[in-house]
T-cell receptor, first 113, second 112 residues
């Protein structure tokens, strides 16, 4: 498709529950980035992939966050044992190559209660 | 540690005026500097981007000015319109596919 498709749009989880977010890249885009946008608008980089390989995971809180990009499947970001502080909008962005335009999805709003 | 510093935090401009948003960075390895526009409830959308080999880039009413020696770049919106009211983010990244480092955003309101 011609847009980055993120599902679901909204997700509500009780503290301690698991949350799983999905991102379908634009066809032909081999780079996938996940960002977390918290209430004060700040974007925090989480992880990036080049095809199905992790490219940079320096932003991932590894004890509870994991991500995958498998062939012929949407990419996913999973949060085990969610905490209140995980409440944010999670954006996926995809690009055709290094330093080319990154196209963002509409985001998934995660609310942990 | 905020790698890209953006100012002002908010800006009010009259219709037809010029909106100016400034950003500064420290990492000299950055070589790609995009500006994104974000409306409430939407994902950021690329407005315009520049690389350090040019000092200015213009696309329609949007211009980026880039000062490599000062490690600063700015977005100018000419003839600002109420439809430009949004949050604007500057960003910077290193080459070879590294992630964007975003500024904290500027909330722009253009009054009729």
């Amino acid at each position: 498709g011609e847009e980055v498709a993120q599902t679901p749009k909204h997700l509500v989880r009780g503290e301690g529950q698991k949350a799983k977010l999905y991102c379908a890249p634009i066809k032909g885009h081999s780079y996938v980035f996940w960002y977390q946008q918290v209430l004060k608008n700040e974007f925090k980089f989480l992880i990036s992939f080049q095809n199905e390989n992790v490219f940079d995971e320096t932003g991932m809180p590894k004890e509870r966050f994991s991500a995958k990009c498998l062939p012929n499947s949407p990419c996913s970001l999973e949060i085990q044992a969610t905490k209140l502080e995980d409440s944010a909008v999670y954006f996926c962005a995809t690009a055709t190559g290094p330093n080319t335009e990154a196209f963002f999805g509409q985001g998934t709003r995660l609310t942990v209660v | 540690q905020q790698q890209v510093k953006q100012s002002p935090q908010s800006l009010i401009v009259q219709k037809g005026g010029i909106s100016i948003i400034n950003c500064a960075y420290e990492n000299t390895a950055f070589d790609y500097f995009p500006w994104y526009q974000q409306f409430p409830g939407k994902g950021p959308a690329l407005l315009i981007a520049i690389r350090p080999d040019v000092s200015e880039k213009k696309e329609g009413r949007f211009t980026i000015s880039f000062n490599k020696s000062a490690k600063q770049f700015s977005l100018h919106i000419m003839d600002s319109q109420p439809g430009d009211s949004a949050t604007y983010f500057c960003a910077a990244s290193r080459n070879s596919g590294y992630a964007l480092n975003f500024g904290k955003g500027t909330s722009l309101l253009v009054t009729p």
